[in-house]
């Protein structure tokens, strides 16, 4: 039982494979696993059971067969609940969408059935997915796998809870400003966000254009790095539905490249002040690198703290002045916390078309910035937050507040604003036991890279731990 609830993407693979357990059994054993645990998680928004029933059959009927297979032959998956998925509502947490239906797969989708996977379902959001934690008026809350009393972080909260309990092998979450890396970060499982357009955003809501398309990407969350990038070879490739999307191949990692990096212990004022806790998992991921004869050394890099402004910016009033207008004469149907963050990033900045343009070219002038100042140190160590999961309620938007996600988030958001890639991957523990994650950046393209850095970081941390819920 352990090899198929809390095995990895491959292990499960190969288990079906070699005929150790079919599709049948992993997807029966999951089901179940969502059934106990699902009225203490809340993570499901939509749960296909008959349908998963479905395709583990016929994936069956194929193993027995000795027909060839994709690489994710008959392993149970999930998707956030922004993404279309043929025939499931998506509602993206919001009574405004309650009657949303899909009518088609987003191209991940596709790409993750193509390749054998069975999605059981989609799971839980912030509303329109503007916030860290992820509750809301459609579906409420979801809790963390590590302590029930805690979030499990947003907007991929959902995600987060399904994989680290078991739920799920594996599954897509989507990222405007740590919208993966924290869940995976709160919630003790790894989660890519990718470089825009790597992994194609179409059929994603709310959709990205124009300025949004550089904030917003989708991207792979796991228990393990092999898994996420057992996830991310099957779903990037270019999209014509995606205006980023970029022919970039996936390339193999060479060790002798990799072992070449030179590494960046990221640090500045414009960052925030982590907990000592939150220090030590990237010191100590840094030791990790350390012994295996990576090379590292301090690093900041000028500008961050403007970087994240215009972000904020962007993901700011930008939005919120989008999605109150798409809500007018529908605001009490608005959740508490969008309401919220409505008010205050509205409140703040008088939005004109000049400014709208001078913001659009300041975006593209600091990411090149960026860039030149990693021609040498190509990958960054930092925290993913401040801290580890932070209890129900605690997280807001509210300036000046201990938990004002424009505080605590810092180290996440600026990757958006300049469409880097990062990774989260556990590390360390906080005194109360909660998972703690660091997370590694590269260079716009360079997923392969900070991967394998991850997985050099994984292998000197040790095993997975399963969270004792």
């Given at each position: 039982m352990d090899k198929i609830i809390f095995g990895t993407i491959a292990e499960i693979a190969s288990g079906i494979r070699d005929r150790k357990f079919s599709p049948v059994e992993v997807v029966e054993a999951h089901l179940e696993r969502v059934a106990e645990l699902q009225p203490k998680l809340n993570a499901f928004v939509h749960l296909d059971a008959e349908g998963s029933l479905k395709q583990a059959r016929v994936a069956e009927a194929a193993s027995m067969r000795g027909d060839a297979v994709g690489p994710l032959h008959g392993v149970p998956l999930t998707i956030k609940s922004c993404i279309d998925a043929a025939g499931w509502?998506?509602?993206?947490?919001?009574?405004?969408?309650?009657?949303?239906?899909?009518?088609?797969?987003?191209?991940?989708?596709?790409?993750?059935?193509?390749?054998?996977?069975?999605?059981?379902?989609?799971?839980?959001?912030?509303?329109?997915?503007?916030?860290?934690?992820?509750?809301?008026?459609?579906?409420?809350?979801?809790?963390?796998?590590?302590?029930?009393?805690?979030?499990?972080?947003?907007?991929?909260?959902?995600?987060?809870?399904?994989?680290?309990?078991?739920?799920?092998?594996?599954?897509?979450?989507?990222?405007?400003?740590?919208?993966?890396?924290?869940?995976?970060?709160?919630?003790?499982?790894?989660?890519?966000?990718?470089?825009?357009?790597?992994?194609?955003?179409?059929?994603h809501y709310p959709e990205g254009g124009g300025a949004f398309g550089w904030i917003g990407v989708v991207g792979p969350m796991a228990r393990t790095i092999a898994d996420v990038r057992a996830l991310f070879e099957v779903m990037a490739g270019p999209d014509a539905g995606d205006a980023l999307s970029a022919p970039v191949p996936v390339r193999a990692a060479k060790e002798e490249d990799v072992r070449k990096l030179r590494i960046g212990i990221l640090e500045g004022d414009a960052l925030g002040k982590a907990t000592a806790e939150t220090m030590a998992a990237v010191e100590r991921a840094a030791?990790?690198?350390?012994?295996?004869?990576?090379?590292?050394?301090?690093?900041?890099?000028?500008?961050?703290?403007?970087?994240?402004?215009?972000?904020?910016?962007?993901?700011?009033?930008?939005?919120?002045?989008?999605?109150?207008?798409?809500?007018?004469?529908?605001?009490?149907?608005?959740?508490?916390?969008?309401?919220?963050?409505?008010?205050?990033?509205?409140?703040?900045?008088?939005?004109?078309?000049?400014?709208?343009?001078?913001?659009?070219?300041?975006?593209?002038?600091?990411?090149?910035?960026?860039?030149?100042?990693?021609?040498?140190?190509?990958?960054?160590?930092?925290?993913?937050?401040?801290?580890?999961?932070?209890?129900?309620?605690?997280?807001?938007?509210?300036?000046?507040?201990?938990?004002?996600?424009?505080?605590?988030?810092?180290?996440?958001?600026?990757?958006?604003?300049?469409?880097?890639?990062?990774?989260?991957?556990?590390v360390g523990k906080s005194r109360e036991g909660l998972p703690i994650g660091v997370q590694v950046i590269g260079r716009p393209y360079e997923e392969e890279l900070i991967l394998a850095v991850a997985e050099a970081i994984e292998r000197g941390r040790g095993s997975w731990e399963v969270p004792k819920i």
């Open positions: 509502p998506t509602p993206s947490g919001s009574l405004l969408r309650t009657d949303y239906v899909a009518q088609t797969d987003a191209p991940l989708v596709a790409r993750l059935r193509a390749a054998g996977a069975i999605v059981l379902g989609n799971t839980n959001t912030p509303e329109y997915l503007m916030a860290y934690e992820t509750d809301n008026s459609l579906s409420g809350k979801t809790s963390n796998p590590w302590d029930l009393e805690r979030s499990a972080g947003g907007s991929s909260g959902g995600e987060g809870a399904a994989i680290a309990s078991g739920c799920s092998a594996g599954g897509v979450g989507s990222d405007g400003g740590g919208s993966i890396r924290v869940p995976a970060h709160f919630c003790g499982i790894c989660g890519l966000k990718p470089t825009p357009g790597r992994i194609p955003a179409t059929g030791k990790i690198l350390s012994d295996q004869g990576f090379a590292l050394e301090k690093k900041s890099l000028n500008r961050l703290d403007r970087a994240i402004e215009v972000w904020w910016y962007f993901f700011g009033p930008v939005i919120a002045d989008s999605i109150r207008k798409g809500a007018a004469g529908h605001e009490q149907e608005l959740s508490p916390m969008l309401g919220e963050y409505v008010e205050l990033a509205t409140a703040e900045t008088t939005l004109t078309y000049d400014g709208f343009l001078s913001a659009c070219g300041e975006r593209d002038t600091l990411r090149a910035d960026i860039v030149r100042q990693m021609e040498d140190v190509t990958i960054l160590l930092s925290p993913v937050s401040v801290g580890p999961a932070f209890r129900h309620g605690e997280g807001n938007w509210r300036s000046g507040d201990e938990e004002n996600y424009r505080d605590t988030m810092r180290y996440s958001q600026w990757l958006n604003l300049a469409g880097f890639p990062g990774v989260a991957v556990p």
